[in-house]
């Protein structure tokens, strides 16, 4: 067995388990549960690039969170972009993380926004891909570069399925948008581990992936209009990984886009439940906090973080999903990125004490 493969049997808690090797890849996974669920005392969850900078953003001390904005000030101004990059600290005791969760679109903005916070990405201790989407791993190949050699040893880029890696188009009425491919060999070759785990996984002892989320909700859909570029039936990018029901494609076709290989990041609080971050939700934000729910034997949820991806959803998708909100009953709801104002005025009418707006710089204390 080579690294690879080592590398997409999935990483658990300091150990490896299997879950049946190269011949299994692709196939539905069923919900594996977390042996032992690592649970953290503090949570700093920096959104260090999103669509929108509201510097006159609510801030301030809710219930049991605090919610701090970066304003204008002496650093230059932080970017927005349509993008996603979040910087997770987590405490547990004396145990302190850093966690990189997402790239965004560019760097120009990402390193901008990691230089007016504060934020030193060659601190990770671990990086989080959550799918194949320029505008969350754009800006990840030059973090790849600028850091290389920098890092800390072993540092690990982990991603939810071999589709992250494959060419994704966007088919539109004025033609196909290309949305590129993240070079997995070129990561490697600058000295990132690339862990690709299908189940959910422990990551740098204090995070968790979702693993792939089965699709549970009949109301949850993927974007009509997203594509894979088909690869040879033997390769990464072959049908078979990519949740297709169409088995036979030739290279170079168009496949539905299921994003098969999405996976979410969660924490569990102690004495407050889980913080759920779905980043895209292309996989359904209701599927994606039922999948982590049922990976960790816990029911209740303290924060649901978007992006859910529903600002093109019909008013009844959206409706359905707010009304799963309030039976999951989260803490709060802070609905990030391509989630949408429609989503946002709707969590705003349900759950009005529940909303945190969101905003680039929005720093969310948990536990503190
Ligand atoms: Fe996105």
Redesign the pocket.
């Given at each position: 067995m080579n690294r690879r493969q080592v590398l997409t049997l999935g990483v658990v808690a300091g150990g490896t388990f299997a879950m049946g090797g190269l011949a299994r890849l692709g196939t539905r996974p069923a919900a594996a549960q977390i042996g032992a669920v690592p649970t953290v005392d503090r949570l700093v969850l920096t959104n260090v690039v999103d669509n929108i900078y509201d510097v006159f953003a609510r801030a301030g001390r809710l219930d049991t969170i605090t919610v701090q904005r970066t304003p204008l000030g002496p650093t230059p101004p932080l970017l927005a972009e349509h993008?996603?990059a979040y910087h997770i600290e987590s405490h547990r005791g004396s145990e302190r993380r850093e966690i990189l969760l997402d790239f965004s679109l560019t760097d120009i903005n990402l390193f901008n926004n990691y230089k007016s916070l504060g934020v030193n990405p060659l601190a990770a201790d671990a990086l989080i891909l959550s799918h194949g989407?320029m505008?969350?791993y754009g800006a990840l190949p030059v973090l790849a570069r600028v850091g290389q050699g920098k890092g800390k040893p072993g540092l690990t880029v982990y991603a939810g399925g071999e589709d992250t890696f494959c060419n994704r188009v966007v088919v539109t009425p004025g033609g196909r948008i290309d949305q590129g491919r993240l070079d997995l060999a070129e990561l490697e070759a600058r000295g990132l581990r690339v862990a690709i785990v299908k189940q959910p996984t422990v990551v740098a002892g204090h995070a968790f992936t979702s693993g792939q989320i089965p699709r549970l909700t009949d109301f949850e859909r993927p974007p009509a209009a997203a594509r894979l570029v088909a690869g040879p039936m033997d390769s990464a990018c072959s049908v078979a990984h990519f949740g297709a029901t169409q088995v036979e494609a030739k290279p170079g076709e168009l496949i539905a886009d299921t994003f098969q290989g999405e996976h979410a990041t969660a924490f569990n609080m102690r004495d407050r439940g889980l913080v759920i971050i779905t980043?895209?939700g292309h996989a359904g934000v209701i599927n994606s906090v039922r999948q982590v729910q049922k990976a960790t034997g816990i029911d209740k949820v303290h924060a649901i973080v978007g992006?859910f991806?529903l600002a093109p959803a019909p008013d009844e998708v959206v409706a359905k999903t707010v009304a799963e909100f309030k039976a999951i009953n989260p803490d709060y709801v802070i609905p990030a990125?391509?989630t949408g104002l429609n989503t946002i005025f709707a969590v705003h009418r349900e759950m009005p004490a529940r909303l945190v707006m969101p905003s680039t710089g929005t720093r969310v204390l948990f536990g503190a």
């Open positions: 993008g996603l989407h505008d969350h980043s895209c992006g991806h990125h391509c």
